[in-house]
């Protein structure tokens, strides 16, 4: 099997759907399908993964987004759905540990560009995913990604980054890091105890969806602890 693996230069899909979803116990389907994978690899053998030296092709290639959960604390009454399509682009595994790719797709929501690069890398069960969307649609994404918050304007261009989490300790950790910027234009947010912000310009920065009291207070010096607390 190893010699036959390393022969293979060039591995092509085509026309391919893939499901990425979270239910309402904040469990991913993609989590289960990996520990799954390494535990039956983990039984059969600790031999390191073989050799891979070939490029992978995609054409065509559908990502489907699906979150019966959501952000917030109550659970999602309608799942949110989004789709990447049109994905093409190539996984190079002739480099050493970190095979890098590249490629191309649309958001369906917004019919907007998309860039992608990055790594991975299987010995070391590490991932990193580069994103460029050139306009994201803000009264599909605003409620779902700031859900105690008002979203609305123009549509913004999102950058970010997925990677792996080394610290996931519970079936409830999320199975990776993420950093989004949001670069805004004439655009409108309206949270619970702030002033309101209109025809706002600018880049908001959002990293694992942490933001603490004291973080408020320390960029908002007007309002007081007991409102950042709230």
């Given at each position: 099997?190893?010699?036959?693996?390393?022969?293979?230069?060039?591995?092509?899909?085509?026309?391919?759907?893939?499901?990425?979803?979270?239910?309402?116990?904040?469990?991913?389907?993609?989590?289960?399908?990996?520990?799954?994978?390494?535990?039956?690899?983990?039984?059969?053998?600790?031999?390191?993964?073989?050799?891979?030296?070939?490029?992978?092709?995609f054409q065509n290639i559908q990502l489907k987004y699906i979150d019966y959960r959501g952000w917030a604390t109550p659970p999602l009454k309608t799942p949110f759905q989004e789709q990447i399509v049109e994905l093409s682009g190539i996984l190079d595994f002739n480099s050493l540990d970190r095979s890098p790719f590249k490629g191309t797709a649309k958001l369906a929501s917004s019919e907007s560009p998309i860039l992608m690069h990055g790594f991975i890398d299987l010995q070391h069960k590490i991932y990193s995913?580069?994103?460029?969307?050139?306009?994201?649609?803000?009264?599909?994404?605003?409620?779902?990604?700031?859900?105690?918050?008002?979203?609305?304007?123009?549509?913004?261009?999102?950058?970010?980054?997925i990677r792996t989490n080394p610290r996931k300790k519970t079936s409830e950790d999320l199975p990776f890091w993420y950093d989004i910027k949001l670069y805004a234009k004439n655009t409108t947010l309206k949270i619970p105890g702030l002033p309101a912000f209109t025809?706002?310009?600018?880049?908001?920065?959002?990293s694992n969806y942490t933001l603490y009291p004291h973080q408020l207070y320390e960029s908002f010096p007007f309002l007081d602890s007991k409102t950042a607390s709230a």
């Open positions: 099997m190893k010699k036959f693996l390393e022969s293979i230069h060039t591995i092509s899909i085509h026309d391919a759907t893939f499901n990425i979803k979270r239910d309402k116990e904040k469990k991913w389907n993609m989590v289960a399908f990996l520990k799954e994978a390494s535990k039956q690899n983990s039984e059969r053998q600790t031999r390191p993964l073989p050799s891979i030296n070939s490029k992978v092709l995913v580069n994103v460029d969307i050139k306009t994201c649609d803000l009264n599909k994404w605003g409620p779902y990604v700031l859900p105690y918050a008002y979203v609305g304007g123009d549509s913004p261009r999102l950058k970010g980054n025809q706002a310009k600018g880049e908001v920065h959002l």
